[in-house]
Structures are given as C-alpha cells and as structure tokens.
C-alpha cells in the first residue's frame, strides 16, 4: 500500500533497535565475569594434567555456576564460583581468586561455606557485588586484620589458642568495665545502647574511630573515649564485630564447643565432680583420685566409662551423666593433662579465695571500673558533676559507713550532685545494682572497697 | 529464491494453511475486510477505520500502548513468577538469584519494573488525552467511567508488585502507602488490616499482595478492558469531529450486505435507512491500522528494552521494620498524595483524593457542553479544559515536590543541595 510507504524506514529503524537491544541484553546477560575465571581455571588443570585419563578429566571441566548450600546458615555461598581452587593445596601461593585456601581441616567448605567467617555476599556472581563493596549491602568482606571476630559467632572467646586478638579484646572488655554501662548477652547497665548485635550494625572502621572519640561520631554521647593502644583498639574493635546476634542452627552450636582440655576443665568444675573425686590432694573422698587415672585405665576404659560407668566398674556408685560424645572427648583430654597438677592452678574454688579477692571479682563482674577505674582510681569525666567535674574514686569508701555503701550500690544514685545547681544534669550517674548483684557478692564488694582505701596513717 | 510473499501465498494455499487461514492474504477490499473479521486476533478491531482515527495526533498512541505495556507485564510477570516465593524468609533472595544467577533474570525484572512505572504513566496520560479531546462525551460517557476504573487498577497492581522484593524500599513504601488508607474516617483502619492482614507489614501482607498482584487484580484488569474495548467498538470507534458520519454509497463491500441498516461491522448511525451506505472517510483496518500497531509496538518495547537493558531495577538493603528510612516515601505515583498528606491526614489523604475520584467519575455526566468533540482543547470547552488543568499541574507539582524536594523529616531540601532518597 502507497499510503504506508512513508512508514517503512520507522519500520525499519525500530525493527533493528529492537534487535540491537535484545542482542545487548543478551550479551549483558551471556559474557559474565565469573566465565572467564573458569576458563582460566580450566586451562590451567588440563596444563598440569599428566597422563591422559587427567587430560580427559580436565578437558570435561564444566563453565558453570558453584555454590555451596547452607540451610543451617541461612547462606548460599556462590564464592566458589570464582575461587575454584580453595581445597586443592597445588594452588598455595597462586593469585586470587585462583588461590588455594590453607588450613580448613576443622571447618570443611560444605559444611560452613565461605561468607560466615568471611562475610560479603555469598549469592552475587560479579567480584564488587560478591565482596559486598556495593551500595545496599550490609556486611562487606571482613579485613584479614578483623577476621578472628568471626570465631565469636560460634566460639566462645577465651576458647581458642588460635584467636588471640580476640581473647585479647575480651579481656579489654572486662577490664575497661564495658559492661558497667552496656548490656550484652542480656547482661550489664543501661546507660548505653546493648552490644548484642552490634557487630551487624557497625563497620569496623566506625567502631575503632567510636572506641577513640565516642562523642565525634554520637553527637552528645557521654561515653568516656578508650585510652589505649591502637593494638588494643583493634582487639576490643575485633570482639565487638564478634557480637552479631546471629542464631545458628543445631549442628553449629554443636559444634562450638571443641573437645578439648578447656573444654573438659569447664565441664569438670560445671559438674562438680571434685565433690567426689580429688586432684592433687584437694576434693570429696567418695570416688577415687583422678591426678594418674589416665595412667591406670585405658583410653578406651576412660571414654566407656564417662558413657556409662556401670558398664566398666559394676560396683560403681557414680552416676551416669549423659555427656553428648565431644563432651567425653575433652573430659578425656583433661584429665590426661592433670598428672598431679595443683588444682588450684586450673579451678578456682570460691570458697578458697579471700573476701576482698572475691569482692575484686564483682567489681569486674560488673563492670564498675567502668566509671571508677580499673582500680577504683576514678577519673572518667562527668560533665557538671562535684568532685573535679569526675566520677568520685572509691578510696574516699572510708567514710562511710557499710549500710549507706551498700544503698549506693543497690538503689544507686540517679541525680548525682552538681557542681552549678542550675546547671544540666551529669551525663552519667550510678545505676542501681539492687535487682542484680545477690547478697554474697554484696558483702564481698563491700569488703574489696573497704581495701581500696588506705591505712589510718597514710590519710591525708 | 523465492520472497516471503510467495512463500507465504503458498503455504496459505495448503490444506494446512487453508484450516488455519480462512482467508488468504487480502488483494481486494472485500478481502480485506474478511481477513479482519475472520481473525480472532484482527476481529477486535473494526473492518474499516476513519481517517481521524489513524491518525497518530489525535490519539498519540496512549491507549495502546498502554494495553501493549499491560502484555508485556504479563509476559515478564509469568516468568518472573517461577522463580519468586512470597514469604519474607525466601523474597528477597529470589531477587538476588534472579541478578546473578538466572539466565536473562535480571532483564526480566527490569522489564516488568520498567514497564510497570511506564504503564502508570502511559495510563495517566491516555486519561489527559481523552479529557482534552472531549472523548468522554455521549455516546462514551460509561466508557470514561471504566477508564477511570482502569486507572485507579493500574495504580493498585503497581503498589501491590511494590512490596514483593521484600527490600528496605519495599517495605517502607508500602508502609507509608497503607497508613495513608488508615487515615479515612471509621473504615480506614479496617480497610489497613484488610489489605495487611495483620497492624504492620509482615508476612500475611507480603501473601495478600501476591495473590492480588498474580491473580486478582490481573484478572479484573483483563476483564476491564475487554469491557473498555468493546464499548469503544459498541460506541462508535474513537471519538471524532463531525459525528455521525456523512454516508456515501457502499463500494464493493456492499456485496456482503443488502438488506441490513449496519456496514460491515461497523455503525452507520442516524435516523434514516442506511441501506447500501457506509461511513464516508474510511480505510480498510487491514493494513492501515494493523501496520501502525505493529510499529507502535516495536517503538514500545525498544523504549521498555533500551531502559531494562542500561538501567537495573532498584534492590535495596533486606527489609528491616527496625530502620526506617528518612524520610520514608510512598511510590513515586503516590508521591503528591503523600505530600497532601503531610499538610493535613484528613483532608489530603482522604477528603481531597475522595473528591477528585468522585469527580473524575462524574465528570461526563456534569459535563452539558456537546460541542468539541475530536478536538484538541476546543474553544467552547475553555473552562472544564482550564479546570482540569489546574488539577493535572497540581498534581505533577505536588508529585514532584515530594520526590525530589522531601528530605529527613519530610523537611523542604533542594535536590542539589543534599542527597535525596527518590524511590524509584
């Protein structure tokens, strides 16, 4: 039709744009990154094949998408899409992301994926989006210099020889009296936000610089900065990217607990078994010593044994306890690391330390160093407040009497004095401890105060 | 060699060809006509089509490409479908998966968002059209009525596919979105629970929106404009200056009909017998109207494939009903709404859209004034063009202020001056 003539070269231009645009969707959709590693990967098997059948095997290499699926984990890690090379240890040395991936014996790839430890995003396919360095995405890979805060996801922090920035960064925390003022494993105060999941919410950099200069980063926080080493900063910023709450399924939690000796001192204390057994000359007589047993009995007796005692020893009057298998291993594993070692060295027996020890275990317990100090030097500034514009040291404990010290601890002191009457409240003040602390740890409290403070003849 | 119109021609010839093809490719007018009416496909359209109505300024196209965007959502939509699980534990995921590891996954989703926020648009502007050239007037008043039905069913399956990422984006549109329906009088918080099954937005509000974006809403849409494009045909075709038609002698596909007071399938109106009279001014459908479909849809879909192909659809962080963005934004299309909503909840997020609903329905029936029909902003129409205009402005600059002007706190802020989140 003449009439529709003018319309042909329309018919023409959007025909072939159409075209065009779905030829580029589909190169766009075709030519992926992660293709090219696998050729590589591939290229470089079937170089290191040697006979024929590893030529064969080579040649018959996939180019396809891998991934390692995690129900428990709630994951789905496709980093081995790229990373082709993590178990095979002919890669050691090679450069990403052909490289092989040492020492995941405890850890099997099929079982734990790559993003628990690592962190990014396990699901994406392109190396930006993969590590996480994309807008939108909450949890970027973790620097190799952080990478021990991912032990604590499962592990407990003092439980491993092998992460001892972590280890580090717990012991800074108890002793900087955090807890004094955060919650976290829903103990502790209230003056600041819970720790719990602080470690999905923050960046490691927004934690070291917020451990240097809190008030910089939370306009009017009242949060003392932490004078330490920068060391010390990135442990205790280490532990705190630990803590993300995350609830992992049974096979996990299962597994956080390592058979080992630490583990079997633990359970050793939990269960009470020095009630009945002795180690080096101190416990219950009911059962016999426990220092060489590992020398009389068999391995084999040892583990049938804590399975079921009577199995072994007929006569027996221990019960059974029903440790889970792993729980036998690291009883086993303790036990043989005793051979007559001082007891006291390895389990401490509350009854045997001093008030004025134990009182020093509350003080950390609760964090009230914190404000007070490690040692109850005082020091930390208090905006406004008497006493130096500082929170008050614990030595001027002296004068008063036990009765109000105790009021101060258990109802605490919510509107601390001022320095200018009209002037704003102190940003921080004593909580109340009552509903907290029991009456034992109360007394001992009292009792390591009263030491803090110096002899008659020394007062000023 | 032989060209595809001979091998077409042949393969229309065989027995096979001759079952599917009642007709063979049209050579006459009378042939063309058959071809139209014997296609289930072609037999929508009329046989034969007025000069005016072909022509691309009187309609801009709005229409169809409005239902050709409707189609391609479907297309996608269904693709999209097999890959997707509406619960908050798998949505988001399924978004994922579909950027990095489903073939074409990605095109497709930004297929449908694309052609999502285009239809709304397209829809919108269809409506403009037919107000400016007064194609609501008699005989096609019932048919702007389902019109406005379409549109205010556009919006919702928009909203409704807003939810299902199950992104921070999603979920906070949505939860703006619905505490603006909370604001109505009495039903208000009803019609909240309804749609969310629950007082916030959760799992059973990401099912009900599902089901009604997959199933319902679809459905009742396809339904619509089966109804809308049959009353196009029953009233007449598109609207036109100078109706009814002056008639003139039927031409040679008067052979068909001799003793009825209709043409071949179209209307010839008037009070006298139209025996052996047909419309003056018309063209066979076959080709003049099919040929300028098809190219409509190819520059539709070069338009929906150029941005799916540049431009990803939007995926934000997991949904998270503890971080609320700031500000939180509705979509886009709500956007002025929202902004309403801020002077007042009452008045502008009920009294105000209320009215205007009301009167985009009644707007026919009020409207006396006969004359320019066809035309664009005819003279004798200056008030209701005047009036509408008004209204459209204020809704583009109410929309417009809220998208790009509406920082923390719903505060006033230059979108060059700090960056605005714009929900896309």
């Known amino acids: 039709m003449d009439a529709l003539k003018r319309f042909y070269p329309w018919f023409a231009l959007l025909g072939l744009a159409v075209g065009g645009l779905v030829l580029a ?28 059948e590893q030529k064969e095997q ?119 009296g955090c807890i004094g003022c955060h919650k976290l494993g829903g103990f502790g105060g209230n003056l600041g936000p819970e720790l719990d999941r602080v470690g999905a919410k923050r960046s490691p950099e927004w934690l070291a610089k917020h451990f240097k200069s809190p008030a910089e980063l939370v306009t009017g926080s009242s949060m003392p900065p932490v004078k330490r080493s920068d060391a010390d900063v990135t442990a205790l910023t280490l532990f705190m990217l630990g803590q993300t709450g995350e609830r992992l399924t049974e096979y996990y939690v299962s597994m956080k607990t390592i058979p080992g000796p630490e583990l079997g001192q633990r359970l050793f204390s939990q269960k009470g078994c020095i009630g009945c057994h002795t180690v080096g000359g101190k416990g219950g007589k009911v059962g016999p010593p426990l220092d060489d047993v590992t020398k009389r009995r068999a391995p084999d007796w040892i583990v049938k044994h804590f399975r079921d005692p009577a199995s072994v020893s007929p006569e027996t009057v221990m019960p059974k306890y029903n440790f889970t298998e792993p729980e036998i291993r690291a009883l086993a594993a303790f036990l043989g690391s005793l051979t007559g070692a001082d007891i006291s060295a390895f389990m401490k027996i509350p009854s045997q330390a001093s008030p004025i020890e134990r009182g020093r275990a509350v003080y950390l317990k609760f964090g009230c160093g914190g404000c007070h100090g490690a040692n109850g030097e005082g020091g930390v500034p208090n905006r406004n407040a008497r006493a130096n514009q500082q929170i008050p040291a614990l030595t001027a404990a002296n004068d008063v009497a036990d009765v109000f010290l105790e009021s101060f601890v258990t109802e605490g002191i919510p509107d601390p004095a001022k320095l200018d009457p009209n002037g704003p409240k102190p940003p921080i003040y004593m909580p109340a ?26 007062k000023p | 060699m032989k060209s595809p119109k001979q091998v077409w021609l042949w393969f229309a010839g065989t027995r096979v060809g001759r079952s599917i093809f009642r007709v063979g490719l049209p050579e006459s007018n009378l042939g063309r006509m058959q071809a139209m009416v014997s296609s289930f496909l072609l037999h929508l359209h009329p046989a034969k089509v007025h000069r005016h109505s072909l022509q691309f300024s009187s309609t801009l196209g709005l229409g169809l490409i409005s239902l050709y965007l409707f189609l391609l959502l479907c297309i996608t939509g269904v693709a999209l479908m097999f890959f997707y699980v509406p619960s908050p534990e798998h949505a988001y995921d399924n978004m994922k998966d579909l950027e990095f590891v489903v073939s074409a996954g990605m095109i497709a989703r930004n297929m449908h968002r694309w052609s999502a926020h285009l239809m709304v648009l397209c829809v919108f502007l269809h409506m403009c059209r037919v107000f400016y050239t007064g194609g609501y007037k008699p005989p096609r008043e019932f048919n702007w009525v389902v019109g406005v039905g379409l549109f205010v069913m556009t919006l919702v399956l928009s909203f409704t596919g807003y939810l299902l990422p199950w992104d921070q984006l999603a979920f906070w549109a949505i939860t703006v979105g619905t505490n603006i329906a909370g604001y109505a009088p009495v039903i208000g918080k009803k019609i909240q629970f309804l749609l969310l099954g629950g007082n916030i937005v959760g799992e059973s509000a990401l099912l009900r929106f599902y ?28 609207s036109r200056p100078g109706e009814p038609d002056v008639l003139v002698p039927q031409s040679e596909t008067g052979r068909l009909s001799t003793n009825k007071t209709y043409g071949l399938m179209e209307l010839a109106r008037g009070t006298s017998p139209a025996v052996g009279l047909d ?96 035309v664009w902003f005819a003279r004798e129409r200056r008030v209701a063009v005047t009036l509408f205009t008004l209204c459209v402005v204020a809704a583009v600059i109410l929309t417009v202020i809220g998208t790009y002007f509406r920082g923390p706190n719903w505060g006033w802020v230059w979108p060059w001056a700090a960056s605005v989140v714009v929900p896309h």
């Open chain 1, 58 to 176: 080579a040649r018959a290499l996939p180019v396809e998408i891998r991934q390692i699926v995690l129900p428990g984990l709630q994951r789905v890690d496709r980093c081995t899409t790229c990373h082709l090379a993590v178990e095979d240890p002919g890669y050691a040395g090679y450069r990403q992301p052909l490289a092989y991936h040492p020492s995941h014996a405890q850890h099997p790839f099929d079982k734990f994926g790559c993003t628990i430890c690592h962190q990014g995003q396990g699901r994406a396919t392109e190396r930006e989006a993969a590590h996480g360095r994309v807008a939108h995405w909450e949890h970027p890979m973790l620097a190799m210099k952080y990478i021990e805060a991912s032990c604590a996801k499962c592990h407990a922090a003092t439980d491993l020889p092998r992460s001892p920035l972590l280890a580090r960064g717990r012991a800074l925390f108890d002793e900087q």
């Open chain 2, 211 to 238: 089901v009604l974006h997959v199933v319902v809403l679809p459905a009742a849409v396809v339904f619509m404009v089966a109804l809308h494009l049959w009353r196009v045909r029953k009233d007449g075709g598109l």
């Open chain 1, 25 to 52: 969707g589909y190169y766009k959709d075709e030519f992926r990154e992660w293709k090219r590693w696998q050729r590589d990967y591939n290229a470089q098997e079937l170089s290191r094949a040697a006979t024929p």
């Open chain 2, 279 to 374: 419309p003056a001014d018309e063209l066979p459908a076959w080709p003049h109207l099919v040929f300028r479909e098809v190219l409509l849809f190819l520059a539709t879909m070069a338009v929906v494939m150029f941005l799916s192909v540049f431009w990803n659809a939007p995926l934000e962080e997991f949904a998270n009903p503890a971080h609320p963005p700031n500000p939180a934004k509705a979509p886009w299309y709500f956007l002025g709404l929202q902004e309403l909503v801020a002077y007042s909840a009452f008045w502008g997020g009920v009294v105000v859209p209320a009215l205007l609903l009301v009167a985009l329905v009644a707007l026919p029936y009020l409207d006396r004034e006969r004359a320019g029909v066809g």
């Open chain 1, 433 to 458: 401890f009552g509903d907290k602390i029991s009456e034992g740890e109360l007394a001992d409290l009292i009792s390591y105060l009263r030491s803090l403070q110096p002899a008659p003849n020394e």
